[in-house]
């Protein structure tokens, strides 16, 4: 039973550019949490998707867009970078049955030059 | 909204000896809790969680930690760590009721020594 997989691993990126990351949920689960974890402290809540809609927002700017496909996995896309983008991406997926508890994946740890 | 505290941010121990990490949340509705434990350049993997009922609840690795709702606190402990433990533990809440979004502690190196 494959986890919760993200890609690419790893992405540099300069200034004012955009990035997108990839996140594949666990199976059967269909809600894709993002969050957002500088270095040295906590995950930050990004967003929240189900059902293809974005049903929950954290304190993060519109520069934060998401999707999520019929298939549940998601996107995070990011807008014109800023040097304080640089962080490790993860997302989190979950299931209405057991929708409390959330499962993580690797990471995409996103540099910003 | 909630908040959680991890109050100490690196906790040196000896192999063998037993640790206690310490958590505490603060909320206006009821809540769940979680530990969840990052080793270098992973994610995050689920150590245990408290969602209602017995208040001490035990987890992987021969962790387990306790619901004091009294003292809003959920500390995660371990009896006799090894070397393998060190990482970093972050503790984290949600609202009670599904797919609530979690809310992170800023995280506790633990660190295990000969």
């Known amino acids: 039973d494959a986890g919760v997989t993200q890609s690419p691993t790893h992405l540099i990126k300069t200034r004012g550019q955009q990035v997108t990351l990839r996140c594949s949920p666990k199976s059967g689960h269909d809600t894709v949490s993002w969050y957002q974890q500088a270095l040295g402290q906590g995950p930050q809540f990004i967003f929240q998707y189900y059902e293809e809609e974005e049903r929950q927002r954290g304190n993060f700017p519109d520069r934060f867009s998401g999707h999520q496909f019929p298939n549940y996995s998601s996107e995070l896309n990011v807008n014109a970078l800023l040097l304080g983008d640089s962080a490790l991406y993860l997302c989190a997926s979950s299931t209405p049955q057991g929708g409390e508890t959330q499962y993580f994946g690797p990471g995409t740890r996103l540099l910003v030059l | 909204a909630q908040s959680v505290t991890q109050l100490d941010s690196q906790v040196p121990v000896f192999e063998e000896a037993p640790v206690e990490l310490r958590c505490n949340y603060s909320?206006?509705?009821?809540?769940?809790l979680f530990w969840y434990v990052q080793y270098p350049n992973q994610g995050l993997q689920l150590l245990l969680k408290?969602?209602?009922?017995?208040?001490l609840v035990k987890g992987i690795n021969g962790f387990e930690a306790e619901f004091n709702k009294s003292q809003t606190s959920f500390h995660l402990r371990k009896p006799s760590v090894h070397i393998s433990d060190t990482a970093e533990y972050f503790c984290a809440c949600s609202g009670a009721g599904t797919a609530s979004k979690l809310t992170f502690g800023t995280g506790t190196r633990l660190q295990v020594t000969l």
């Open positions: 909320s206006s509705v009821s809540v769940y």
């Open positions: 408290y969602l209602s009922g017995s208040t």
